[in-house]
């Protein structure tokens, strides 16, 4: 029988509900969803447990193709609603703007669609602290992946990416498409806050649906507090409803699996609920969280450039992503509420630059490989006073050059596309208008807080999975360590920063790890879609 959605937020406060299913899955996002199909698919009785809000399939006011009525595209609405803290989560100093999706689908409803494979020469690394993968034996995830969302190479580009090809061509750079999980898209430019057509193929479009045709339940609004159990066993997962306004409405839930608990929250709130559990693993849980610092540059063009509609993120040169501080230029949408809030500046200042740049702007931005330097401690998620999860974090020195010249191979490729200036995120604000401005760029230290803008939206690592003992969280069979019913499936398990936009690969590994649980649980796991799509990697 088919399973359904249940919003916490329309329960009786005062009810006080315990269920017992074969699985409980925490998080909905990209690793969430795949397990609950998979689970589901394996017959087993399954309970999603998401502590952000549903987004029901139903008519909305842009004709036909409008699906999700509660995605309006308005960004300062949909931030507010589908990102956790109302997309002004921060890192503990102030210092990177970190945004991660809170809602059903978790981040792959909001992300931009970007799809690369592991890079090799993480996966190699990987394979130096224990890790399974090869790029051998995760063909049939990485294949399940491509073809059942499917992953194309939609060359629909927007202006910043026909700026970028413009620039890079004028240089000599290679550049290539960036494949998606975007089909038929309508270059509405809203990904970031929700597709509001169902033309991304995310989770709640299509490994939770698929899961709830098997027989999945997903409770949204539902914040998962903590896990309680014995030394090697979880019992009961104890959560709270929430209201509209994130507010727990007084009722609780009690799960209390048969087969166990599948931590997919994602990688601040993973370590957040095994730290509210007094599970730290000895001080490991939280340690050597990654993200892949971002820097923006947004060019200024003689002509009009609707720079917020089009695929987001769909271009990019691979020249600069190899090595362990190697960065990924990537093109994206210029969405302006977002921008604006990134600019660093207030009043008459950010009006002017909103005023300049907005409509004559193309954007473009870097994310950078933090390294697989064993000495840096990286990033530590630990608890507030509130109980919340709190990303600590500082740029890793080795970094700040590869930044300062992401940030001026940028400008360059920009002032080769025509721009007539190029807006460095910096306080006080930085116009490069030409190569003798590339000194000014090579001054900034990222060092303190609100000086430049760095953001992340790829937070990786924090329940590593690592043969090293000191380090290790999660065993190469996906258990928390001494748990034999606690798995953990999220891109908390990466031990370093992917080097990649991590979702294809948190989709396979999570694919993996079903498998794994099916197995110890002597279920059947199938990969169902090997055939019938485009290799969308040339080469790979
Ligand atoms: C704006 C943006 C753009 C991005 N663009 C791209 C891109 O183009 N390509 C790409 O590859 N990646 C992109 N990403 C990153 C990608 O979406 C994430 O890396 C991925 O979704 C992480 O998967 P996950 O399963 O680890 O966690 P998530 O997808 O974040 O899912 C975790 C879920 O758990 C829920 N949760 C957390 N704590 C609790 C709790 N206590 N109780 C109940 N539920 C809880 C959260 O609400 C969330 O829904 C982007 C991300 C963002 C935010």
Redesign the pocket.
């Known amino acids: 029988m088919p399973g359904k959605i249940v919003e916490g937020r329309t329960l009786n406060p005062s009810d006080d509900w315990t269920l017992m299913p074969d699985f409980c899955v925490?998080?909905?996002?990209?690793?969430?969803g795949v397990a609950a199909l998979k689970l589901a698919e394996a017959g087993f009785d399954v309970i999603v447990?998401?502590?952000?809000p549903n987004i029901p399939k139903e008519q909305g006011h842009g004709g036909a193709s409008h699906v999700r009525k509660m995605l309006n595209e308005r960004e300062a609405e949909m931030y507010k609603l589908l990102?956790?803290e109302g997309a002004t989560r921060l890192t503990k100093n102030g210092g990177v703007k970190v945004?991660?999706?809170?809602?059903?689908?978790?981040?792959?409803a909001?992300?931009?669609?970007?799809?690369?494979p592991p890079r090799l020469e993480t996966l190699d690394e990987w394979q130096k602290r224990g890790l399974p993968f090869t790029r051998q034996n995760l063909d049939p995830y990485l294949r399940e992946v491509v073809n059942y969302l499917p992953i194309v190479r939609n060359d629909k580009y927007n202006t910043s990416a026909r700026k970028f090809i413009e620039g890079c061509d004028h240089l000599g750079i290679p550049h290539d498409n960036l494949p998606?999980n975007t089909h038929n898209c309508r270059e509405c430019g809203s990904c970031?806050v929700g597709c509001p057509y169902d033309r991304k193929m995310s989770?709640f479009v299509r490994w939770l649906p698929d899961a709830i045709a098997k027989g999945a339940t997903v409770y949204t609004d539902?914040?998962?507090?903590k896990l309680v159990g014995t030394a090697d066993r979880i019992n009961e997962v104890r959560?709270r409803f929430l209201d509209g306004k994130n507010r727990p409405t007084g009722g609780t839930l009690v799960v209390k699996p048969k087969k166990g608990v599948v931590l997919?929250?994602?990688?601040?709130?993973?370590p957040?609920?095994l730290l509210r559990s007094n599970l730290d693993a000895g001080k490991r849980v939280g340690r050597w969280t990654h993200i892949h610092p971002v820097t923006i540059t947004i060019g200024k063009y003689p002509e009009k450039t609707s720079p917020a509609y089009g695929v987001?993120?769909n271009m990019w040169t691979p020249k600069f992503a190899a090595g362990p501080t190697g960065y990924l230029v990537e093109t994206g949408s210029f969405f302006p509420v977002l921008s604006a809030s990134a600019t660093l500046q207030h009043g008459e200042e950010l009006h002017r630059i909103m005023r300049d740049y907005y409509p004559h702007g193309a954007i473009s931005y870097a994310h950078h490989t933090t390294g697989f330097d064993d000495t840096q401690p990286y990033g530590t998620v630990a608890l507030d006073d509130n109980g919340d999860p709190v990303l600590d974090y500082v740029i890793p020195k080795p970094n700040v050059k590869p930044m300062q010249e992401s940030l001026v191979e940028m400008c360059r490729i920009h002032l080769a596309a025509g721009a007539s200036s190029v807006y460095v995120m910096r306080n006080p604000p930085l116009e490069v208008r030409g190569e003798a401005d590339f000194a000014e760029i090579r001054k900034i230290s990222f060092a303190e807080p609100q000086r430049s803008t760095i953001f992340t939206?790829?937070?990786?690592g924090g329940c590593q999975m690592n043969k090293d003992n000191a380090r290790r969280v999660v065993n190469n069979d996906f258990t928390f360590r001494d748990k034999k019913n606690l798995w953990v499936?999220?891109?908390?398990i990466f031990p370093t920063a992917l080097g990649?936009?991590?979702?294809?690969t948190?989709y396979a590994l999570?694919l993996w790890g079903s498998e794994q649980i099916c197995q110890q649980n002597n279920a059947t796991f199938k990969l169902k879609h090997q055939q019938g799509g485009v290799w969308p990697w040339p080469g790979y």
């Open positions: 925490v998080g909905s996002g990209a690793a969430g447990v998401e502590e952000g990102y956790q945004l991660q999706g809170r809602c059903l689908g978790g981040g792959t909001v992300n931009w669609s970007a799809c690369l998606n970031g989770g539902t914040k998962v507090d959560c997919a929250a994602g990688s601040v709130g993973t957040g609920v987001p993120d939206v790829h937070v990786m499936l999220d891109a908390s990649a936009n991590p979702q294809v948190i999570a």
